[in-house]
């Protein structure tokens, strides 16, 4: 047997979505150097906030403003971290429940090792440098010793929206304080970059196929039960639960089943908008593959219409099908692979 094809595979794009007055007035918050929780009906402190209690279902709005200085109450050593992760040291994972919450927030809590890490341990917010209303604006939680020898806070100085953030960088256990939750130019949308890193192995069926593709034949696979022509494919027959093996050669001619048209431009995507995105049963499969459809204007595309690959230079796909001038199919012939 061949040897099993792997490949780096990164699935990597921006979303963007607008956040909602609570998330915009806790993210806003921490550009501004104050954690905001909401309270619950039953007199709860949420940090992270919510709009919604999760137990009632109920709206809710009312902000308060929690302390910097909080308690872990779970954590998990992060040995190796990965890129884009908070630290790139190793450091720990931690649920911190900040003074004056009933809820922990997670994240990241800079420590010299494991052994420098328990439950109950107090850590406070390390602030990052540039903030710009993001969860990323607490760099991370560092250790933080205040028992009864340190200078203890000036409680009566509290004052709920006072400029005055010094007091956050003692810290210290406290009640939340109500909070309007307003601020100039607050947040109210982000762009978060999603990024999922695999190997990805297609097994030994895919493997066969793309070897094959790479010599410009489609080799798909015949379930022994019920005689379907699966291609691309998976190995097993997703209907008979068994073994796929026989190889088969099919196309290299096949007929447009369904399709649409595409008028979005997809970035990095040299394609001009609007083209055609179709289902192709290639001569001899029982099941449709896709491809784009070119060498006819997108209009004129239809159910039916016979096409064959065009390929590029050194590629391992298909570019794209074009008309091959044929009849266009019978419904009858098709209407089972739609
Ligand atoms: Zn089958």
């Given at each position: 047997m061949p040897d099993v094809l792997k490949a780096p595979l990164v699935v990597e794009f921006p979303f963007t979505r607008s956040v909602g007055p609570v998330q915009s007035a806790f993210l806003t918050g921490l550009r501004e150097r104050v954690v905001l929780g909401v309270r619950t009906g039953d007199g709860r402190t949420l940090?992270?906030?919510?709009?919604?209690?999760?137990?009632?279902a109920e709206e809710i709005r009312d902000l308060v403003e929690v302390a910097p200085t909080g308690t872990v109450t779970t954590w998990a050593w992060n040995h190796a971290p990965r890129r884009d992760?908070?630290?790139?040291t190793p450091f720990a994972w931690a649920l911190v429940r900040l003074d004056g919450a009933d809820t922990a927030l997670l994240h990241a809590l800079d420590a010299p090792g494991p052994d420098a890490v328990h439950t109950g341990m107090r850590v406070r917010i390390r602030w990052?440098?540039?903030?710009?209303?993001?969860?990323?604006?607490?760099?991370c939680f560092e250790p933080y010793d205040d028992s009864?020898?340190?200078?203890?806070?000036?409680?009566?100085?509290?004052?709920?929206?006072?400029?005055?953030?010094?007091r956050h960088d003692v810290g210290s256990p406290a009640e939340p304080i109500a909070h309007t939750g307003e601020f100039t130019d607050p947040v109210t949308g982000i762009i978060a970059a999603a990024r999922l890193d695999y190997t990805y192995s297609p097994g030994r069926a895919q493997t066969a196929y793309i070897n094959a593709l790479a010599e410009h034949r489609n080799v798909g696979e015949r379930c022994p039960s019920c005689r379907k022509v699966y291609v691309p494919p998976r190995g097993a027959c997703p209907t008979c639960g068994v073994a796929t093996s026989e190889q088969v050669e099919v196309g290299p001619h096949g007929t447009v089943t369904t399709f649409c048209i595409v008028n979005i431009k997809a970035k990095n995507l040299d394609i001009e908008v609007p083209y055609v995105y179709a289902h192709i049963a290639l001569d001899g499969a029982d099941l449709a593959l896709h491809g784009r459809i070119g060498g006819i204007p997108y209009d004129q595309v239809r159910m039916g219409l016979r096409v064959e690959p065009v390929w590029t230079q050194g590629a391992r796909y298909p570019d794209h099908y074009r008309p091959t001038g044929e009849p266009d199919a019978d419904y009858d012939t098709y209407r089972e692979l739609l």
């Open positions: 940090v992270p906030p919510v709009e919604y209690d999760p137990v009632t992760q908070p630290l790139d990052a440098e540039e903030r710009t209303g993001a969860i990323t604006d607490i760099a009864p020898d340190d200078d203890g806070p000036d409680v009566d100085s509290l004052d709920g929206n006072s400029p005055d953030r010094d």
